[in-house]
Each structure stands twice: as structure tokens, then as C-alpha cells.
């Protein structure tokens, strides 16, 4: 992806703004590796439900006020590919062991934008309260250590099973 692309993209997410496919944080380098999965494992059951190919994790924009202010969240290849590192980490808490499909860094004049292409997982409407997610568009899918959760507005809290 070029940098103009990156540009482009960046401005087509924060038009369209967060949703359940994507996710905006200011993603500082004390940004846990655990929460990073969890954000990847939601935003890749949405893309599922929402039947679409990708979805995207975008640090160094503020979330409420959409300006760009930069991330210090480390990307860099040592970082991100070492054994041990921010993949095998994301691999190890997704299930099946999935990644991301790109990591695109934007060298915005106001800084550093990280993009996490995030692909469509698979396999997660069974138990799953369809009902609850098709009823509000705040409720976000989580699965995180083996555990379904439900996001409405910034907290988490775990997702009931339909009632038939």
C-alpha cells in the first residue's frame, strides 16, 4: 500500500467514522498486547456478521475528537515478527490462530497512524446472541481467552447465549 493509499484509507475510515468494523485508539506504546487481541478478535468477528472482507484496529487518532495525534505504539519489524513477538502473541490468543493481514504505518504531518488490517473470522454465530447484535449498533462481539464477550460503549461484559 502506498502512502497515498494510506492517506486515502485514513480518510475514508475517519469519514466514515468508528463502527463495528472499525476501531480508532491513540494506541501509545503501553497499549497491552492483550487488549490488542481482544480489539483484533471483536473487529474480526464483526467484519464476519457484517459480511465484509477486512476490518481495521487504527492507532494515533483520538476516538472523539477524529484529529490525527500520533502513536508511539512499535511496529517495527523486530518488534512485530521476533519469536515471541506482537504476532505470535495475537496467533496465540485468536482462535483459530489467526494474524493480522497488514500492518500499513502513514507518516501523517501530525503523527505516526498505525493500520491493522484485521481479516474476517470465520466461524463465530453459533451461541452467539444475534438478536442483541442486529439490535444495537453499539454491541461489539468479543472472544477472548475462550470467552465470548460483548462490548456496549467502553466496557465489556460477558455475552449471555440466546434463549430459544
Request: proline residues 2%; positive net charge; aromatic residues 8%.
Amino acid at each position: 500500500m502506498t502512502s497515498e493509499e494510506r492517506r486515502d484509507l485514513l480518510t475514508a475510515l475517519v469519514s466514515g467514522w468508528e463502527n463495528e468494523v472499525v476501531e480508532f485508539k491513540e494506541g501509545g506504546a503501553g497499549f497491552s498486547t492483550h487488549d490488542l487481541g481482544k480489539y483484533f478478535s471483536a473487529l474480526a468477528n464483526e467484519a464476519n456478521l457484517r459480511g465484509v472482507e477486512r476490518a481495521w484496529l487504527v492507532f494515533g487518532v483520538h476516538n472523539k475528537s477524529r484529529k490525527v495525534v500520533g502513536s508511539a505504539f512499535d511496529v517495527s519489524p523486530e518488534t512485530v515478527n521476533k519469536s515471541g513477538g506482537l504476532k505470535y502473541q495475537i496467533t496465540q490468543s485468536t482462535d483459530p490462530g489467526m494474524c493480522f493481514t497488514g500492518i500499513h504505518v502513514l507518516d501523517h504531518e501530525d503523527g505516526k497512524v498505525v493500520f491493522f488490517e484485521i481479516p474476517v473470522q470465520v466461524h463465530i454465530t453459533e451461541n452467539c446472541c444475534l438478536n442483541t447484535l442486529q439490535s444495537s449498533m453499539e454491541v461489539r462481539v468479543r472472544k477472548s481467552m475462550n470467552t465470548w464477550l460483548m462490548r456496549s460503549g467502553a466496557t465489556l461484559a460477558r455475552m449471555r447465549k440466546c434463549r430459544k
